[in-house]
T-cell receptor, first 115, second 112 residues
Framework: SQQGEEDPQALSIQEGENATMNCSYK?????LQWYRQNSGRGLVHLIL?????REKHSGRLRVTLDTSKKSSSLLITASRAADTASYFC???????????????FGQGTRLTINP | GAGVSQTPSNKVTEKGKYVELRCDPI?????LYWYRQSLGQGPEFLIY????????DSGLPNDRFFAVRPEGSVSTLKIQRTERGDSAVYLC??????????FGPGTRLTVT
């Protein structure tokens, strides 16, 4: 299966703390994406990391990818109440046609930031 | 600019009825995707279009489901003889270069 599995399934932390979520997968990939979903803004793309990259940053987000362990992590630093959401990793599913790739999503990590 | 829009936002229908769900992608995006999301689960791929043609419809659960994109822009997902198990949020997404996908707000379908 090319589905990623997020860990933990749920995470509750205090505002200001860092949150780390992990995604493991079983097949080779050319990229891995992280998405966030909350009731207010729907499903939003956060970051894409390619197989030849080890780390990528976007604001308070840091994503790592270890292709040898087939795992990725998403770190949110200095968490805020607005970060409360479900976070999904998504893997492209073969075949990949130029200009389009269907994604397979995991079940997500439900993150709650307590004020 | 406008994002992906989906109509209706909510649809309640009786078992056995026919429904159409519409997706208006971001202008210029050639790829369009349909996903279905059940409560507590991640989105599940249904079908995607590259231009007007269905590039991959392997995620459609059965022949009651059909989707079209006749002019390479707006797409309609059609469900015949709806069943209670079809109840879910149907998400549409579009992309320009095949990487980042931009999702619409979804249509919540409830089959009673």
């Amino acid at each position: 299966s090319q589905q990623g599995e997020e860990d933990p399934q749920a995470l509750s932390i205090q505002e200001g703390e860092n949150a780390t979520m992990n995604c493991s997968y079983k097949t080779s990939i050319n990229n891995l994406q992280w998405y966030r979903q909350n009731s207010g803004r729907g499903l939003v793309h956060l970051i894409l990391i390619r197989s030849n990259e080890r780390e990528k940053h976007s604001g308070r987000l840091r994503v790592t990818l270890d292709t040898s362990k087939k795992s990725s992590s998403l770190l949110i630093t200095a968490s805020r109440a607005a970060d409360t959401a479900s976070y999904f990793c998504a893997l492209p599913r073969r075949p990949i046609i130029q200009g389009a790739q269907k994604l397979v999503f995991g079940q997500g990590t439900r993150l709650t930031i307590n004020p | 600019g406008a994002g992906v829009s989906q109509t209706p936002s909510n649809k309640v229908t009786e078992k056995g009825k026919y429904v159409e769900l519409r997706c208006d992608p971001i202008s210029g995006h050639t790829a369009l995707y349909w996903y279905r999301q059940s409560l507590g689960q991640g989105p599940e791929f249904l079908i995607y279009f590259q231009g007007t043609g269905a590039a991959d419809d392997s995620g459609l659960p059965n022949d009651r489901f059909f989707a079209v994109r006749p002019e390479g822009s707006v797409s309609t997902l059609k469900i015949q003889r709806t069943e209670r198990g079809d109840s879910a949020v149907y998400l549409c997404a579009s992309s320009l270069n095949g990487d980042e996908q931009y999702f619409g707000p979804g249509t919540r379908l409830t089959v009673t």
